[in-house]
């Protein structure tokens, strides 16, 4: 099988293969944070995202729930399909935390009274600003597009949110993407995983995500390892 390198990101790298309308995703063990200014790296990254996320995308299809998921064909490589992706990145909120706490003053941990939805301009360059649908139509997101975001991500927030709850975790917020097929349906893509996820234990509040190396708190891959077992285990 002849695999061509199609885009090389952060965390993953994306290739092409002979088979039409399909990619393999490479997750890497490198990990940037405050837009690729910080790095680092540890053992087992790849194999946790893709194998937590090709959980998850099973376990939101078995919802109800479209996503670019095919298969995951190796410890760290999972197929999807091709898509079109929209510049846009998708946050949800139960809890507050990170940038949210900081845009209205609200303690790290103040329960929201409601899901908080957020999209967020899908550019390095800029630094992902929070943008409104004002913005967006200037840059050629359609009212559907956007409409399809907002509702994808609160469905997706009903569903997890359950289902980390039985394994302990307080799903607190996530970023998810969103592309389009060749047949032009719309559906979730990129990945679900404890890089794009804040993850808080129930019982202890202990942190269980990419805030431990944003933070430089110490026990990320423990971490990540533990998010992997409540998982799949
Ligand atoms: P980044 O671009 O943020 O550094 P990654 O290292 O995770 O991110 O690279 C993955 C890239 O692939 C992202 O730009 C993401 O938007 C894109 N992508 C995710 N799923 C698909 C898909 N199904 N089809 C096409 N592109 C995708
Ligand atoms: N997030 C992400 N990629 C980004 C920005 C945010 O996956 O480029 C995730 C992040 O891991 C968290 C949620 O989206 O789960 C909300 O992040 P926030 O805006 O609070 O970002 P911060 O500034 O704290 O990194």
Aim: charged share 35%; net charge negative; aromatic share 10%.
């Amino acid at each position: 099988m002849s695999e061509t390198l199609l885009y090389e990101g952060k965390a993953k790298k994306v290739f092409t293969i002979d088979e039409e309308g399909v990619l393999l995703h490479h997750y890497k063990d490198d990990a940037t944070a405050f837009n690729a200014q910080k790095r680092g790296s540890w053992k087992d990254k790849g194999k946790t995202n893709a194998t937590m996320s090709a959980a998850l995308f099973k376990y939101l299809e078995a919802n109800g729930v479209p996503t670019h998921f095919v298969e995951q064909t190796d410890d760290t490589t999972i197929k999807t399909k091709k898509l079109t992706m929209l510049p846009v990145e998708v946050v949800v909120r139960n809890v507050a935390a990170g940038s949210l706490s900081r845009l209205l003053g609200f303690e790290e941990g103040r329960k929201l009274k409601a899901p908080i939805v957020e999209l967020c301009y899908k550019s390095d360059e800029l630094g992902d600003p929070l943008l409104n649908w004002y913005h967006f139509r200037e840059l050629g997101v359609s009212d559907e597009e956007l409409e399809f975001c907002e509702e994808l991500g609160l469905k997706v927030n009903e569903i997890l949110a359950p289902f980390f709850d039985e394994r302990g975790i307080t799903l607190v917020d996530f970023k998810i993407e969103v592309g389009r097929d060749s047949e032009g349906q719309l559906m979730l893509a990129d990945e679900i995983s404890p890089d794009t996820c804040r993850f808080w234990d129930k019982e202890t509040g202990e942190k269980l995500d990419k805030d431990r190396f944003r933070r430089d708190m110490g026990g990320v891959e423990e971490a990540y390892a533990e998010m992997l077992r409540r998982v799949t285990g």
